[in-house]
């Protein structure tokens, strides 16, 4: 049964290789095909183990290969096993389930472009890279498909080449990218030296050798793996790429840069919970960045006036959210959001390429208006996601932002809770400032030269596939409220530390009997139920009244509040910021270093040294004589050296 | 342990020495005078015909190699002739295996016309 | 009285059997098939190898290890290793040279024939157990080789490698078969087993006799490996053999005479130690200096590959040295590194020959590195990236075969203690670079001077050549578990 497993992130790869090698000569445009049938049989077999992990509540596992076992290269020995638990099973049918919806509409959407097989190469490479990401069961496998992600990313937000913004943002999204794999590269040297491996589980693995370790040296684990999931999931400094990422085409904003990729840190992390148990202070870390960039995030939102730059800001948010979920240690509530999120956030992109699209690639909203008619599914997809996001009640976004803000208060940090519900409160907002700029009031474009029109059915019926689990997701799995279903099958995972066998088995009653306890109270599940309707009700209201009626003007607004409007407006000067502090000092440091160092110094004895081993080159070409005889009596000298020196000498001459 | 190659040296040493001795005897004592038959390889002998260094044909190269490989089979027979009775049925085999790789070569030379004079 | 002859245990020499015996056949059968059906005797070859590979994998997993023929070969699964290595060197070679003879107008000749005996003796090589059995199995090695080196009856050139190989080899064999009887008079024995039995605890290990013995049998090793300053036969009769040839001698003969010296030092005289390592010390200091050195300023790509093969002879003798029996686990590290890096360098260092073969032209070899190379990445993109290939993995570039090599190779060495010669590997890696490197730079950046002809056809023999060479120098670079395991369990040198 679990010989199979290979086959997941296999299809993907094949797929990659076969658009790749072939797909240029492919008849008509076909490229696609063998990229849809890959992701439909990889979704087929991740819901197979998936079911398999349902019945029997064990994890299932295949060791591929290993890395170097017999190069004894200080026990560096790499298991290429995937590995599929109940957290690993979420993620997997988020990247298959919905890359496979997103693998159809882009058949749609990128139908005329002519890089077309290019195009499904990446997309199918990313999710070969993505799905490793999360398969592995060890911090080396991670980091493979965490580069393999990053390196997918920057080719697809690149895809448009000839563009120079697009070049820029793909630069961009690489180069904080590396910073924080370089965060978590350190973070796994010191895990090796600290542990001897980079196994999660297992007697060996991390998780089961936690005891005893420092909790300093945990921290800084803590905190440098971090500095990973702060670039990937666009926190705290490194915010900056993802808004900029937006450059790529549409449906790659839909996969990467909002349902899968940018959660891999909080996926990492969530892996990696016992381990950040065991750093308390790394965590509150976790929680502060999250929150910061949470609620930042929410308010550059609310003034973008180009339609995938808010939704890019409302990623960001989101993320914050699962990030300081996590910071609380609400685990559970983090990956239900995730879940969630990955569904409507889709959903949102692609709706948004689809309005894109019909109004002949137009992303400013104040060219919008009015679109409700000529794109009434566009229109009723986008609104049935657009609730979700704003956590309209029983939607999936509801539930799930509202288990974080009850987990996160009942985990002891109320104040981070009603940080939260103000960031909800702005989330409805702005997203309902999106759906009646776009949708509702009097076009705004020339209708001369613009005829918007609805998506073919390719497109649309992604949109509607998505809809459905947005609006009903969170009653399938989040009732009753922090004990539904979605915590039922993610419990094992955090049982026990996920990995403390023996321990496990010690605390067994301890845990038995802190589940019971571990339960938010009635008044606070009921409370947070309200007080996420209530702010939810009253910002799509405040958006009905500014943008839906215009009975409140939001010029008006914008100059009541003309200081924190330009705040936003340039997104709290991040970018200005990061010019002058560190782009151009490094560019003064990069011009002293190429035309000092580099090109004086460093190429000064690389030169030196090339002259001086070509000159012993040329001296040594002389010897080379071509007569028979004078090679012979290079024989004989060594011979008469070597017999010499054991003779008169003997032996031991060189000291070892 | 060097020591006991004293003699070895002594006689290194004689030998080099009555060399040296002669050849430098010859050098003081020996008549001067050149003339075109002391620049012969036998002073008093036949009259060389022909200079020695002349080219001959590969030919004769060859039926020597020959020889040289049939000579050593023939030497390898006499020990084995002379122990045959002790060795039994094996050294009966493997001689027999002998010649047949022997049989090979020949075969091989005879086809490539090695043995064709002309 | 009865004389007991040793039992006749023909299993444990199988492999060279096969060999022998296909060699024969193909002897005779050159003579009757037409020599427009010659090319039948190629794939005639490659089966015979093939088989003996089969046969190696039998014994492999039968009953080894064993001693034959009265001590005078031990079948070992080292052996084995290393015969698998030097019989699928042959088989491509074999490949390698079917189709550049005809496009040569070389002529067949006894080509094959003279190739499977050289085998032959590559696999006696590696199973010698006895300074006697060795010393036959490298002149049927060594002759089949200067017979080969000329065959290419035609050039001058490959006439005078010829000569000059066998001149030079004979010259010191001279010294070796002395060696053998400087230790035979020593020891009053040629066999690996007894000479190991005769040195434990014995007074011995300070006698004169014996240690001459040894440095003029080191002589002999240092001019079949190529080991500064031994090895300025190398470059001549590199160049001058035909290109299939050189691809083939460059590599059997070296991973065969790596395993006997292996065999030898660590097998037989493991007492002589601290003699042994420290000749090979500083012969593989002055290799690696010398060969990567003087590869620098050549422009013919067979010099070049040449003096490469020189330098890469130093870094497997840098883990010769580091073979130290009395420290198990250092010994093992160091012994299975020599294993790996013969294993890797016999698919990256043939694979650049068969790029080689691959560009030569029936009027022009096609060797100059400014004038052929350039721009080689235009016209024939695929050749020009397996090229690249092999050149990184030659110079020991990350991902490569060849890089697993050196890193296997210098931490044996550091861990035996020997950190001065894992110093000067490195940096002689990196001037080695240089030369590496620019092959690539010119396929890839300069400008072709036969841009109008028509790329050359690469016929199928010689594309399966490139493909399993290139696959396996990729393979051993990102996974080198399993010949790393298989290496592993060859570790077993058999002196009971």
């Known amino acids: 049964m679990e010989n199979w497993l290979f086959l997941i992130p296999l299809m993907p790869l094949l797929a990659f290789a076969f658009d790749l090698l072939l797909g240029r000569r492919f008849p008509g445009k076909w490229a696609h095909a063998p990229a849809w049938i890959a992701m439909a049989v990889a979704f087929v077999v991740s819901l197979l183990a998936v079911l398999r992990v349902a019945r029997t509540g064990e994890p299932v596992s295949q060791t591929l290969w290993r890395w170097m076992p017999g190069a004894d290269l200080g026990g560096f020995d790499i298991p290429f096993t995937i590995f599929i638990d109940q957290l690993t099973s979420v993620m997997i049918l988020i990247i298959t389930g919905i890359g496979f919806l997103i693998h159809i509409y882009s058949a749609g959407y990128m139908g005329h472009d002519p890089g077309y097989y290019r195009f499904f190469a990446y997309l199918s490479l990313f999710v070969f890279a993505m799905l490793v990401l999360v398969l592995g ?69 991390i998780f089961a050798n936690l005891a005893g370790k420092g909790e300093g040296v945990l921290t800084a684990i803590g905190l440098l793996l971090f500095v990973g999931a702060m670039g990937k999931s666009a926190q705290g400094p490194l915010t900056v790429w993802l808004p900029d990422a937006m450059e790529g085409p549409t449906p790659v904003s839909a996969l990467i840069h909002a349902a899968t990729m940018v959660t891999a840190g909080v996926y990492m992390m969530v892996r990696a919970h016992a381990l950040y148990e065991a750093a308390p202070v790394a965590l509150l870390v976790v929680l502060i960045v999250g929150l910061a960039t949470c609620f930042i995030a929410a308010t550059i939102g609310l003034v973008q006036n180009d339609i995938k730059r808010v939704m890019a800001y409302s990623t960001v948010s989101q993320l914050g959210y699962m990030v300081f979920a996590v910071g609380a240690g ?59 996001l704003a956590g309209f009640p029983l939607t999936a976004g509801f539930f799930s932002k509202d288990e974080i803000l009850v987990g996160t208060w009942f985990e002891g940090y109320p104040l981070a809770a009603i940080v939260g519900w103000i960031v909800a409160f702005m989330t409805a907002f702005y997203t309902f400032r999106m759906i009646f700029l776009t949708f509702h009031g009097q076009p705004r ?212 | 342990m060097l020591s006991s190659y004293v003699p070895v040296l002594v006689l290194f040493l004689l030998a080099a020495g ?74 009966l085999v493997e001689m027999f295996l002998f010649i047949g790789i022997l049989l090979v070569g020949y075969i091989y030379a005879y086809k490539k016309g090695a043995l064709n004079w002309e | 009285m009865e004389i007991a002859p040793p039992p006749f245990d023909l299993g444990a020499i199988a492999p060279f059997l096969i060999v022998a015996v296909g060699a024969m056949i193909a002897l005779l059968a050159d003579l009757f098939i037409p020599p427009a059906r010659r090319p039948a005797l190629g794939y005639f070859a490659l089966g015979t190898t093939l088989v003996a590979i089969g046969a190696c994998v039998w014994l492999w997993g039968g009953a080894v290890p064993r001693l034959a023929f009265a001590n005078m070969i031990a079948v070992d699964r080292f052996g084995l290793f290393v015969t698998i290595v030097t019989l699928i060197g042959a088989a491509l070679s074999i490949l390698l040279s079917v189709d550049f003879l005809q496009e040569q107008r070389l002529g067949y000749g006894e080509y094959f024939p ?31 080789l200067y017979i080969l080196a000329g065959s290419a009856r035609g050039r001058a050139v490959s006439q005078e490698s010829a000569i000059k190989y066998f001149l030079l080899g004979s010259f010191s064999f001279g010294f070796l078969v002395y060696g053998t009887s400087l230790i035979y008079g020593a020891t009053g024995t040629t066999n690996f087993t007894a000479l190991r039995v005769a040195l434990e605890g014995s007074g011995l ?105 020189i330098g890469q002879a130093g870094y497997v003798l840098v883990a010769v040295v580091a073979s130290d029996t009395t420290q198990p686990g250092v010994n093992d590290a160091a012994q299975s590194s020599v294993l790996f890096y013969l294993l890797a360098y016999t698919f990256m260092n043939l694979g650049a020959f068969a790029v080689v073969v691959a560009l030569a032209r029936p009027d022009d070899e096609r060797l100059d590195l400014d004038r052929d190379y350039a721009g080689l990445a235009r016209r024939q993109p695929l050749l020009a990236a397996a090229m690249a290939v092999f050149m990184l993995s030659l110079g020991g570039i990350p991902l490569t075969a060849g890089f697993m090599g050196k890193l296997l190779v210098f931490r044996a060495a550091i861990e035996a203690g020997y950190w001065p010669l894992a110093v000067v590997g490195v940096l002689t890696s990196a001037v080695a670079l240089a030369f590496y490197l620019r092959v690539v730079v010119r396929m890839y950046a300069g400008e072709s001077r036969h841009a109008e002809e028509r790329p050359a056809r690469v016929p199928v023999p010689l594309a399966v050549v490139l493909a399993v060479c290139l696959v396996a120098t990729i393979q051993f670079g990102i996974l080198p578990a399993i010949p790393l395991d298989a290496a592993r369990g060859a570790l077993t040198i058999t002196a009971p």
């Not at chain 1, 998505?466 to 799995?477: D, E, K, T």
């Not at chain 3, 006698?207 to 080991?227: D, S, T």
């Not at chain 3, 097998?267 to 390592?277: C, E, I, N, R, V």
Request: hydrophobic share 55%; proline share 5%.
């Open chain 2, 18 to 91: 009555l060399a040296a001795l002669i050849l430098g005897l010859a050098q003081i004592m020996g008549p001067r005078g050149l003339n075109a038959g002391a620049e012969d390889p036998y002073e008093s002998g036949i009259v060389p015909t022909e200079p020695a260094r002349k080219r001959f044909p590969v030919r004769f190269a060859l039926v020597a190699m020959l020889f040289l490989v049939f000579d050593i089979e023939a030497v390898f027979f006499y020990p084995w002739a002379v122990v045959f009775k002790r060795l039994g049925v094996f050294g």
């Open chain 1, 137 to 205: 069961d060890n911090f080396l496998v991670m980091f493979f498909g965490w580069e393999g992600v990053g390196l997918c990313s920057y080719l697809l937000i690149g895809y448009w080449f000839d563009r120079r913004s697009a070049g820029d943002a793909a630069k961009k999204a690489f180069i904080v990218n590396r910073v924080g794999d370089f965060g978590f590269l350190i973070g796994m040297f010191l895990l090796f030296t600290t542990f001897g491996t980079l196994s999660f589980f297992g007697p060996e693995g």
């Open chain 1, 445 to 656: 474009f020339d209708p001369e030269h613009v005829h918007p029109h609805e998506s073919p059915p390719v497109m649309t019926l992604p949109l509607i596939a998505l809809a459905i689990p947005s609006l009903l997701l969170g009653i399938i799995v989040g009732l009753p409220a922090e004990a539904g279903p979605i915590h039922q099958w993610l419990g094992p995972v955090f049982e026990g530390g996920g990995g403390h066998a023996d321990a496990a088995r010690t605390m067994a009653v301890a845990v038995a009997a802190a589940e019971e306890a571990h339960h938010p109270p009635a008044w606070l599940t009921v409370g947070g139920f309200a007080a996420s309707t209530l702010l939810s009700l009253a910002g799509i209201a405040l958006a009905w009244l500014m943008y839906g009626t215009g009975r409140i003007s939001a010029q008006a607004m914008g100059r009541r509040f003309a200081g924190l409007y330009a705040l936003f407006y340039n997104k709290w000067y991040l970018d200005d910021i990061y010019q002058a502090l560190i782009v151009a000092p490094l560019d003064v440091l990069a011009r002293i270093l190429w035309k000092w160092v580099d090109a004086g110094f460093i190429d000064g004895i690389v030169n030196g040294v090339a002259h001086l081993t070509g000159g012993v080159s040329q001296q040594l070409r002389k010897v080379q004589t071509g007569v028979v005889s004078n090679y012979a009596l290079a024989i004989a000298l060594g011979t008469v050296i070597i017999v010499g020196v054991y003779l008169l000498l003997g032996p031991q001459f060189l000291a070892r």
């Open chain 1, 330 to 388: 609400a685990f559970i509530p983090a990956i239900f959001h995730l879940m969630t999120h990955a569904f409507f956030k889709a959903l949102l992109f692609l709706g948004a390429g689809s309005v894109i699209h019909g109004m002949h690639e137009e992303q400013d909203m104040r060219k919008m208006g009015g679109l409700r008619r000529s794109m009434p599914i566009t229109y009723a997809t986008l609104v049935a996601g657009s609730l979700a």
């Open chain 3, 205 to 309: 290990t300070d006698n004169p006799l014996l240690l001459a013995g040894l440095a003029l049998v080191l002589v002999g090793f240092a001019f079949k490996l190529a080991l500064a300053p031994f090895h300025m036969w190398t470059p001549d009769v590199y160049s001058g053999a035909p290109t299939a040839v050189t691809a083939f001698m460059s590599v059997g003969t070296k991973v065969a005479t790596f395993a006997a010296l292996l065999r030898l030092v660590t097998g037989a005289l493991p007492a002589l130690y601290a003699d042994w390592s420290n000749a090979l010390f500083a012969l593989a200091i002055v290799t690696m200096i010398l060969g990567n050195l003087a590869a620098i300023t050549q422009r013919n790509i067979k010099r070049m590959l040449a003096y490469s093969s």
């Open chain 3, 114 to 144: 003279l190739m499977l005996f050289t085998v032959s003796g590559m696999i006696l090589l590696a199973f010698a157990n006895d300074l006697i059995t060795f010393f036959i199995a490298l002149e049927i090695l060594s002759l089949g």
